[in-house]
């Protein structure tokens, strides 16, 4: 069974930005795996490590996600530059073991 919140609903269901921000990266993480039939493995750390440093930058705030993710909209953008991480990451494993 899935279950789709929209993020404007995470709040009144008592979601915190941060965790928000965790579950939007594991689905990125087994999309990206999935579609370049690649291992989970490495994936999220990396990824993960990669978007808060980056985010992190671009906010002027500590890359600790409960520092870094304060609002369900820093979970969206930051989210997003995991996606284009992973992307990266993705695509480079698989060409690496063709």
């Not at 965790?19 to 989970?40: F, G, H, Q, S």
Request: proline share 2%; with cysteine; glycine share 4%.
């Amino acid at each position: 069974m899935t279950l789709t919140i929209e993020i404007k609903d995470c709040e009144r269901y008592g979601l915190t930005p941060s965790y928000v921000y965790k579950l939007l990266c594991k689905e990125i993480c087994a999309k990206t795996a999935t579609k370049y039939r690649i291992p989970e493995w490495g994936l999220f750390d990396s990824c993960d490590y990669a978007a808060r440093g980056a985010y992190s930058q671009i906010t002027g705030r500590r890359a600790n996600v409960t520092h870094l993710v304060l609002t369900h909209s820093d979970a969206e953008s930051c989210s997003e530059l995991f996606r284009q991480f992973a992307e990266t990451w993705a695509l480079n494993m698989s060409l690496r073991h063709k």
